[in-house]
């Protein structure tokens, strides 16, 4: 078969801490419109997987590329602004402002699109003015649909805070968002859920893929196998194993593993 590009690569990675390989020549890819999802025990490496990606931690060794773009030298803002959007815990989320400003936030900090083009042959004070209430509204209208892409579009004015857990892991998602990713990473997005959260979770993730491809690291099997177009098993450093959700599933390795645990 011929080679095609992927959106998103990562080549050799390897990373030490001390006499520790943590990642231990990783390589993976996920195309455009793809879930693809890391999964494997405790200690197996995918935090460490997830940090080198989003630029917290260097690799000792390897490549990451996204749409063309060499991200490997690229400091973590970016990174984001060459695409990758990384879905941090709740703590990027403000807690004592509502789930409008914490959006509103987000967007402007991502450079929200600048309206132009109106408003020639004003005053240059009345042009500036026009052009900064159109950047508002604009700025509004966009953290108003992140909210509603999320779920969350009836409560703009709750501070964030006083969400109950799945609902402040929907606005986190909306954050992550704000971005407009190529690549989006989600680190057991699931993490403390009950069924229910669960699987509005699950929802909203499988919207999200016409748009974007997403790296999804997760423990709750259900969510995994209902999601994911391939699965990368990792285990001390290393992917065991690549595949379907049939494949994996079928993987009498990949059970050992699991049973072993
Ligand atoms: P996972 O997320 O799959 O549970 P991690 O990436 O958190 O695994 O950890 C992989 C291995 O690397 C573990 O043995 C862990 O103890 C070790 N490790 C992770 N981060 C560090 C660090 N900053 N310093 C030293 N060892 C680390
Ligand atoms: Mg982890």
């Not at 390589?27 to 999802?37: D, F, K, Q």
């Not at 990027?92 to 408003?119: C, E, M, W, Y």
């Not at 606005?171 to 993490?191: F, G, N, R």
């Amino acid at each position: 078969t011929t080679a095609t590009t992927a959106l998103f690569q990562v080549q050799g990675l390897v990373k030490h801490f001390g006499a520790l390989r943590a990642t231990d020549d990783v390589s993976l890819a996920v195309n455009a419109g793809e879930i693809h999802a890391l999964i494997g025990p405790n200690g197996a490496g995918k935090s460490t997987l997830v940090n080198l990606i989003s630029g917290l931690h260097a690799p000792d060794a390897g490549r990451i590329t996204l749409d063309g773009v060499d991200l490997t030298p690229l400091p973590m803002h970016a990174r984001v602004r060459a695409g990758l959007s990384r879905c941090f815990q709740i703590t990027s989320i403000f807690p004592k402002v509502t789930v409008l400003d914490n959006l509103l936030l987000a967007v402007q900090s991502s450079g929200g699109r600048h309206p132009g083009g109106s408003g020639r042959g004003l005053p240059r004070v009345l042009h500036t003015l026009l052009a900064d209430r159109a950047r508002d509204d604009a700025l509004h209208a966009q953290a108003v649909s992140l909210a509603e892409r999320v779920g969350l579009g009836g409560r703009l004015e709750r501070l964030a805070g006083t969400l109950p857990h799945g609902a402040q892991r929907q606005l986190d998602v909306a954050l992550a968002l704000a971005a407009e990713p190529k690549l989006l990473l989600l680190d057991e997005p699931m993490a403390g859920m009950g069924p229910e959260d669960s699987e509005r979770m699950t929802a909203l993730i499988q919207t999200l893929k016409q748009d974007m491809a997403i790296l999804l690291i997760e423990h709750d099997m259900k969510a995994v196998f209902a999601l994911a177009d391939r699965i990368s098993v990792l285990v001390y450093g290393k992917v065991l194993t690549s595949g379907s959700v049939d494949e994996i599933r079928g993987n009498p390795q990949v059970q050992a593993v699991y049973l072993g645990t």
